[in-house]
């Protein structure tokens, strides 16, 4: 694969840098860009991924606040809709037509958002896995539990917060009602500190908990677009806060989440020190692209 360039873009309260791999003049076979994005993953959480698609023009990029790209507004917290403006205008720079989108967790709330504003610039969009707790039956919960972990993080910073995370993302099923009572892991059990370092400007805590947990798809627009939505989870993430959102909305859309191989981060292949399946996951994600082309 050739080694990516990147590119710089001025928008609304941010300075986006975005990379590509390949060229835009358009591969031999007539396929399409390939746009993967996540939230708050950076670009360098795509390595494994796009090396499998060696034979496309693949792209990546860095959100707002994240990585490379830094807000120039002196705003802490970014909202969907925002981000979805950002990618709205690297693919427009791009100057390429309809891409064809992988987007992951955050990354896929953010997509649903430009899709909905913008269909024309998605030829086929993959929502992998988008948390957003406005679409559980278990809603009121779920939005507390959320609440809970951002004021957690603003009170006693990373350490607790994580730790916090770290059981929310694992637990299977509906959240209940008493969830308040169980039991609260602490940092050291997951080998963080405890330490406060007076910064609230994480990423997942400080930057995009909020806006993504609380996002409400509109799934009139999201119905009536021209691209071809396929929401997708994990095969282990069944019963997952992420993997039930995505079962909402495929089932607010019609139909049922495609099944992708392994976790919320399947597609990992060491990135971040985690480990999926990413050629499986690759594999899969190249027969959806065909079945829309």
């Not at 360039?5 to 986006?16: D, F, S, Y």
């Not at 990379?19 to 939230?39: E, Q």
């Not at 993080?153 to 694992?170: D, L, N």
């Amino acid at each position: 694969m050739a080694d990516p360039v990147t590119h710089k873009l001025a928008t609304n309260g941010a300075e986006i840098q975005y990379d590509i791999r390949g060229p835009l003049s358009g591969t031999a076979d007539g396929a399409r860009v390939l746009v993967l994005i996540g939230s708050p993953m950076d670009a360098s959480g795509f390595a494994s991924l796009a090396s499998h698609f060696t034979d496309r023009t693949v792209v990546t990029y860095d959100p707002r606040g994240v990585g490379r790209s830094a807000r120039t507004d002196g705003v802490v917290e970014s909202t969907p809709e925002e981000h979805a403006d950002d990618v709205r205008q690297v693919i427009e720079a791009l100057g390429v037509g309809p891409v064809d989108l992988f987007a992951s967790s955050g990354g896929a709330v953010n997509a649903l958002a430009l899709v909905a504003r913008h269909p024309g610039l998605v030829h086929t969009l993959v929502a992998h896995e988008p948390p957003t707790a406005q679409v559980l039956p278990d809603r009121d919960t779920a939005l507390a539990v959320c609440l809970d972990l951002y004021e957690t993080y603003q009170r006693e910073g990373m350490g607790p917060a994580m730790a916090k995370f770290i059981g929310v993302t694992s637990w299977k099923g509906p959240f209940q009602a008493n969830w308040r009572d169980q039991p609260v892991a602490a940092p050291a059990d997951f080998g963080l500190s405890a330490e406060d370092d007076g910064s609230r400007d994480d990423a997942l805590f400080g930057q995009n908990l909020r806006g993504c947990a609380w996002y409400q798809p509109d799934f009139d627009a999201l119905g009536a677009a021209s691209t071809h939505l396929v929401i997708a989870a994990g095969e282990e993430s069944e019963g997952e806060f992420p993997a039930r959102a995505a079962a909402a909305i495929a089932a607010r859309l019609g139909g049922a989440p495609t099944i992708f191989p392994s976790h919320h981060a399947g597609f990992l292949g060491g990135e971040f020190g985690q480990q999926g399946a990413p050629e499986d996951f690759a594999r899969m994600l190249r027969e959806v692209f065909d079945t829309h082309r």
